[in-house]
Structures are given as structure tokens and as C-alpha cells.
């Protein structure tokens, strides 16, 4: 059974910094695909970066120079270095992650960003 697990959410201030990881468990094939998406409350889920296997990574225009997606293949975990964070990244954010054509969420982890 596949299994997502997100930490690193919390409160920070504007301007602030915050590392997601979402440690992936169960999957006996490497993952290709891995993101990160977020939803606030009231809006769709939003794609916020995406990173394949070998590292090639893509970020949404909102958090281009600010967030940083990463991965650790070894250890089946998966990273989001947020810097200068402002109120508008408040949000559920879930780690996404694609294995042999199914897709894997996580349960998601809150980030607030106060003003």
C-alpha cells in the first residue's frame, strides 16, 4: 500500500521561510512524477511545482524564485523550500505522487502565512 505523509507545515510571518517533506512509503518501483499542489479555502486545488526522477522540476508563475521542489530518490522523499512567503500561499498543500499511471495523494499539511 502506498503511503504519502506530509510535515513541515505551520504559522510564519510574511517574508518567512518553511520546508515541506512529504516521505513516500510502500512503492516497490521508482517514482517518476512527484508535485505539490495546495487548495485554499473557497479555490480548486492548484498545481504548485512538479520534479521527475531525474530532478527536471516546474514551478507555477506565482512561486517562481521563491519555492524550490526537490527530491531525494534514496530516500523516497520529496522537499518544498519556501522562501519569502506572503498571505496568498496560505493553503492546504499536498504532496502528489504518480506510480505506474495511478496518482497518490498525501493528507496534506497547513501552511499560514500571516500579514
Known amino acids: 500500500q502506498v503511503r504519502l505523509v506530509e510535515s513541515g507545515g505551520g504559522l510564519v510571518q510574511a517574508g518567512g521561510s518553511l520546508r515541506l517533506s512529504c516521505a513516500a512509503s510502500?512503492?516497490?518501483?521508482?517514482?517518476?512524477?512527484m508535485a505539490w499542489y495546495r487548495q485554499a479555502p473557497g479555490t480548486e486545488r492548484e498545481l504548485v511545482a512538479t520534479?521527475?526522477?531525474?530532478?527536471?522540476?516546474n514551478y507555477v508563475d506565482s512561486v517562481k524564485g521563491r519555492f524550490t521542489i526537490s527530491r531525494d530518490n534514496a530516500e523516497n522523499t520529496m522537499y518544498l523550500q519556501m522562501n519569502s512567503l506572503k498571505p496568498e500561499d496560505t493553503a492546504v498543500y499536498y504532496c502528489?505522487?504518480?506510480?505506474?499511471?495511478?496518482?497518490?495523494w498525501g493528507q496534506g499539511t497547513q501552511v499560514t502565512v500571516s500579514s
Open positions: 502528489y505522487a504518480l506510480i505506474v499511471l495511478r496518482p497518490y
Open positions: 510502500g512503492s516497490s518501483v521508482r517514482i517518476r512524477l
Open positions: 520534479i521527475t526522477s531525474d530532478g527536471g522540476s
